[in-house]
């Protein structure tokens, strides 16, 4: 396969990632709006900082940057009074980031950990979950895909 059009089916992985990552946090928010809300003595600006640090470095295409706000993003919520939306949301966006910086396997185990809070809380017949198994599926598919390449 010539390197265009595996760069052209990495951009169309890409695009189709980022549009179920929205879809997804906006069924969260409708299905369970307590998960977005604010822990016993935990102000949300530490989580909101460093994720809008790393939608800001991912707009600006610095994903190494990006993928170190995301990081400090899921730390914090996996601290502390835990807040489960959060965590989905930080590794959802540290897999993405790390997908578009070419680590397929650590954008995996993300994806793998994100899927597991999902099917915990909505079991594993929901569409949520679906889709995040469709993302884990896009990351692998795609890997193998630039594996195989010569």
């Not at 640090?53 to 706000?69: L, M, N, P, S, V």
């Amino acid at each position: 396969m010539d390197q265009a059009l595996l760069r052209v089916k990495e951009i169309e992985m890409k695009i189709r990632l980022r549009a179920g990552s929205i879809l997804i946090a906006a069924i969260l928010l409708c299905v369970f709006p307590a998960m977005g809300q604010k822990k016993a003595g935990h102000s949300p600006d530490w989580w909101k900082n460093a994720m809008e640090a790393g939608d800001k470095a991912t707009g600006e295409g610095d994903y190494e940057a990006a993928e170190q706000y995301y990081r400090t993003a899921l730390d914090e919520a996996q601290s502390g009074a835990r807040n489960d939306q959060h965590v989905v949301q930080a590794l959802t966006k540290l897999a993405e980031t790390c997908q578009a910086e070419g680590k397929y396997d650590e954008a995996a185990a993300s994806y793998r950990q994100a899927l597991q809070i999902w099917e915990h809380a909505l079991g594993p017949n929901n569409l949520i979950v679906a889709k995040g198994l469709e993302k884990l599926a896009g990351v692998l598919s795609l890997r193998d895909l630039i594996l195989a390449s010569p």
